[in-house]
């Protein structure tokens, strides 16, 4: 007979066994095989969503700090400018931040939106929108002499939803969530914001190398031009009014004589009682060539009329500045009349005033829109005839080093800059501009490659199952080897060895575990359609995103496939070399003394972990101890049942006898029980609280509301004038408001799949935050010595990949590396996605981020929230109680508790049946011993009492250990754990518990 027919045969007989052995291996590979396709095919649509956000922009060119001219688009190879903006609409009483897109294909009066957002406000072809948007015209918003309104709205008709194949999910933010965009006309959404024909970035499907923009760049694109002043000499201005300093001492160049020009509004030219006001005055350097005396002033003929002021006389000059969030403070400096100038003199140069919106272009002083207090009750007649005849001519000229330091501000220096030679702007470049060069479409790939490993989660998820089946494998391989004890004794007596014998087995073993692992793979698709279709729906929570497709890679499958394969035939041979060994190796292998060792040392460790909880953390240090515990109590069950027993004839003797000898699957079943139970109630235990807002104080800070806005506001909300100022006045005088500047960025939260490598930055005065959020030892002064951040340390190790002391590279607003070094960790807070650092080295990086669009808010009275709702509803303002936005960051925690639950109760019922399939064949193989009890005279009911006490106790003692590992693990947040989930545990422990006891009651009253 040959090999294969002998194989096939032998197959035939034992199929029973080897059913059961590929039903086993079937579950391995199709849990491995299946993760591993979960794996892909996160990782396929994450790549897929960032071709779908990108299209073909291979480069994209970002103006930081305004707006470029449209003519630059065109000088870019393959060039697409777009006007971009943030904004928002209103649905159902709800404000939806959406991403404004102004293009050049739209038509004005008319929108385009995304399938996501349509689906949101339930919009269709034809349906108005009514969409609002930062007024963020050429000047500044965060600027002094800006409009009173920060916001415009714009009702559009919509024309079209664009699919993401049409471009309607473009994007720049790395993230899985599908963005809310809206297309408008790009010459319309400029006509509106007041800024010409501008774009903010071009879109290229090349891939453009630095030296492309280099080469293509000129300054005139960022709003810079050089014009001739009145008096002959080079002029540089900005159509965003001011200068910034590098690009003043840059363009300056070897000039001996720079002169600065600052054009200012005053609140009054006074001299004595006799005053001037709201007048705009000019700052420079040099007049008509001579540079002015920094104790002087120049006199406009008509003002020195109206103050009746000479040559020598002091003249008081008053207006406003702003230490920051337009926290307008009075200031003055005092000068003496060096020089009264003809008022013509002044018309003749009109370079001498700036264009402010609201301001110059109004008709009347009366006209005059400003968000600054002005007092018009003061304009009289006279500056009204002013007005009409000379606008914002100066009605002063001051030294530009008397007021230059009060009047700086985060946006420049000056508003113009004069030069007697030519003005070489060619000695800036783009960086310098504000203008950056960026190629989303690879670091999106690498982020969508390296971020969340599914493939990895759910192994680890499923590894009890796979466990589970693996020790499966052991009880139904080592009874066919028991039925196969003779057969293997007459192969040896006619001269074959063991190791043909293993051989000869394992021929047996390779077909039938491969048509199993094949079938694995099968199933395994299976499982990750179901999967991938729970993470988006049931399991929403755990992806934040609205499905995956199925992508298996054929180099996945052959993996899985070998991986179930190659575990099987792993244990099928290791079981067969244990298996004949000879009695001494195998009593080396069962060593209660070694087990004994193990087993203290394990309870000694266990001990000692909570004393260790400071320098591991009190969560690690009470899972490991949790983890402990059940290690060491399965370790103590193995050397009790490993001793050898006495002979001893009483009943407890007979049950040590019993279990001795059965040892091997009490054993087994003792461990995959104990650990099920542990996995189960652990996972089911570990869910939080977020009720009870006193329960989270570290966590919120004891603030109760996140807030967020989609036009930033420019005002301190904490003190008296920013809450006049915005209509906050009647909130309690206890409500505190904690704001934000922020710097654009990925979210880094657990709600964002790819990996992130730079976060948004949020800044506040750290005194301020430390007190609320403590960060160990870190303090306000370190936070402001150096450019450091606080990070949550869940998202660091997770989300980032990275630990304290490493740095994370930004580029600041100047086109210039900005370092910035984690130095410290926050818990789970409200700020998990985002990094903190303090507000002074962030103004140093991003100088012109001046308007918050994050605060925290608390108050002991709950309708304050209301009122800060309403008062900001402009400003697009959504407010989310901070238990609720930790909610939502727990949900992805809670989402992935939940699949591993599921899998470890999956694992736990394979460990239930692997233990009755153990206890029915333990009972079948000793009918006899059972026969011969009862020709004793041993009565039926105490058979069944001694058969109890041997296989009771095991499924009981596996579970109680479980239970009450799990309660060790979860001990230190037995106050945040809802009594809902204690009641479900507990009604799930005590159902198991008598289960087992029912169910091995039943076993054995049929023998």
């Not at 087990?595 to 591991?616: D, E, G, N, Q, R």
Request: charge should be neutral.
């Amino acid at each position: 007979m040959k090999s294969r027919e002998l194989s096939a045969g032998s197959i035939r007989y034992y199929k029973r066994f080897w059913i059961l052995i590929a039903i086993a291996c079937a579950v391995a590979a199709g849990v491995i095989s299946g993760s591993l396709i979960v794996g892909d095919s996160v990782r396929h649509s994450l790549e897929k969503r960032t071709l779908d956000r990108l299209g073909d922009a291979r480069t994209v060119i970002v103006s930081q700090n305004g707006y470029l001219d449209a003519a630059f688009a065109a000088a870019v190879p393959s060039g697409r400018g777009m006007l971009y903006s943030d904004g928002f609409v209103s649905a159902d009483g709800r404000l939806i931040p959406v991403n404004v897109w102004g293009i050049d294909s739209v038509e004005p009066g008319t929108v385009k939106i995304n399938a996501p957002l349509s689906k949101e406000i339930g919009a269709r072809q034809g349906s108005a929108v009514v969409l609002r948007l930062p007024r963020n015209g050429l000047v500044p918003s965060g600027s002094l002499f800006v409009t009173e309104e920060y916001t415009l709205g714009l009702r559009l008709s919509c024309t079209d939803v664009l699919s993401a194949s049409q471009g309607g999910n473009l994007s720049l933010r790395v993230a899985q969530v599908l963005p809310y965009n809206v297309f408008v006309s790009r010459s319309e959404l400029c006509e509106n914001l007041e800024t010409g024909d501008k774009i903010s970035m071009v879109f290229s499907p090349e891939e453009l190398g630095r030296s492309v923009l280099d080469d293509v760049f000129k300054p005139q694109y960022a709003g810079l031009s050089v014009r001739t002043a009145a008096d002959g000499r080079s002029e540089v201005v900005s159509d965003a009014v001011f200068l910034q300093e590098d690009i003043i001492e840059a363009v300056s160049g070897r000039d001996a004589k720079p002169d600065r020009l600052f054009s200012y509004l005053a609140n009054t030219i006074s001299a004595g009682d006799a005053f001037v006001p709201y007048s705009f005055v000019t700052a420079m350097d040099y007049y008509k060539g001579e540079s002015i005396p920094a104790d002087q002033i120049y006199l406009t003929d008509y003002t020195a009329a109206r103050l009746g002021a000479r040559i020598g006389d002091q003249i008081n000059v008053s207006y406003y500045i702003s230490p920051g969030m337009k926290q307008l403070e009075t200031d003055s400096v005092t000068l003496r009349v060096g020089r009264i100038i003809p008022i013509g003199e002044v018309l003749s140069d009109p370079g001498l005033s700036a264009s402010y919106p609201g301001l110059t272009e109004a008709q009347r002083c009366s006209d005059w829109d400003s968000d600054l207090p002005l007092d018009m009750s003061l304009i009289g007649p006279q500056d009204e005839l002013y007005w009409e005849r000379y606008r914002s001519a100066p009605k002063a000229i001051l030294p530009y080093a008397a007021v230059a330091s009060s009047w700086k501000n985060p946006y420049g220096a000056a508003t113009a800059l004069r030069l007697d030679g030519e003005a070489d702007l060619d000695a800036l470049d783009a960086s310098q501009c504000g203008v950056a060069m960026i190629h989303p479409l690879d670091s999106g790939l690498a982020a969508a490659r390296g971020g969340v490993d599914f493939g990895g989660l759910f192994l680890a998820l499923g590894c009890f199952i796979i466990a589970a089946a693996l020790l499966l494998i052991l009880n139904p391989l080592k009874e066919m080897l028991q039925k196969r004890k003779g057969e293997r004794e007459v192969i040896e007596s006619i001269g074959f060895q063991p190791k043909s014998i293993r051989k000869m087995i394992n021929r047996e073993a390779v077909p039938v575990l491969g048509i199993a692992s094949l079938a694995g793979v099968v199933a395994g698709l299976l499982y990750a359609f179901v999967v991938l279709f729970l993470l988006g729906n049931l399991w929403k929570g755990a992806t934040h995103t609205d499905g995956f497709a199925v992508y298996p890679r054929p180099l996945t499958l052959v993996t899985g496939l070998a991986a179930g394969l190659l575990l099987a035939l792993g244990t099928v041979a290791l079981t067969l070399r244990r298996s004949m060994r000879s009695g001494k190796k195998a009593a080396r292998q069962a060593n209660p003394a070694a087990i004994k060792v193990w087993a203290i040392i394990c309870t000694a460790l266990m001990i000692l972990l909570p004393f260790l909880s400071k320098p591991l953390g009190a969560v690690v240090s009470f899972v490991l101890t949790g983890c402990l515990w059940v290690a060491a109590g399965t370790l103590w069950f193995c050397w009790y049942i490993l001793k050898k027993p006495a002979n001893d004839v009483s009943r407890s003797g007979l049950v040590r006898e019993s279990l001795y000898y059965s040892r091997s699957g009490a054993i087994l079943s003792f461990i995959t029980l104990a650990l099920g139970v542990f996995i189960v109630f652990a996972v089911g235990l570990n869910r939080q609280d977020f009720t009870d807002g006193s329960k989270r104080t570290a966590l919120t800070g004891g603030y109760g509301w996140w807030c967020e806005t989609s036009v930033p506001v420019y005002y301190d909300l904490s003190t008296p004038q920013g809450r006049s100022h915005l209509s906050l006045g009647t909130l309690s005088p206890q409500a505190e408001i904690l704001q934000f500047l922020r710097a654009q960025g990925d979210d880094a939260s657990c709600l964002n799949l790819n990996k992130v490598e730079t976060p948004a930055v949020l800044a506040a005065d750290m005194e301020v935050f430390l007190k609320d959020f403590p960060a160990g030892d870190i303090t306000a002064q370190y936070m402001r010595s150096a450019p450091v951040a606080l990070v949550d340390e869940t998202v660091l190790l997770w989300g980032m990949a990275k630990q304290v002391g490493d740095t994370l590279h930004y580029t600041d607003s100047r086109g210039n590396p900005a370092d910035i070094v984690i130095c410290g960790t926050l818990p789970n807070t409200v700020f998990q996605g985002n990094i903190v650092m303090d507000r002074t080295v962030f103004e140093q990086f991003w100088p012109q981020t001046t308007g918050s669009e994050v605060f925290l808010f608390k108050s002991p009275q709950q309708n304050d929230a209301g009122i800060a709702a309403a008062a900001l509803n402009e400003y697009g303002i959504r407010v989310t109680p901070t238990l609720e936005r930790l909610k939502e960051f727990n949900s992805v925690t809670d989402a992935y508790l939940t699949i591993f639950l599921m899998l470890g109760f999956a694992g736990l019922l394979l460990g239930l049946v692997s233990f009755f399939v153990i206890m029915r064949k333990n009972l079948a193989a000793r009918k006899e011993d059972i026969d011969q009890w009862a020709c004793l005279g041993i009565p039926r009911e105490t058979v069944h009492e001694l058969l109890y006490k041997e296989y009771g106790p095991v499924p009981l003692l596996a579970a109680g250990l479980g239970v009450s590992g799990a309660l060790l693990s979860v001990i230190i947040s037995f106050g945040n754990i809802p009594v809902l989930i204690w009641l479900l545990c507990i009604v799930f422990a005590a159902c198991l518990l008598y289960g087992i006891y029912v169910s091995v009651k039943k076993v054995i009253g049929k023998v």
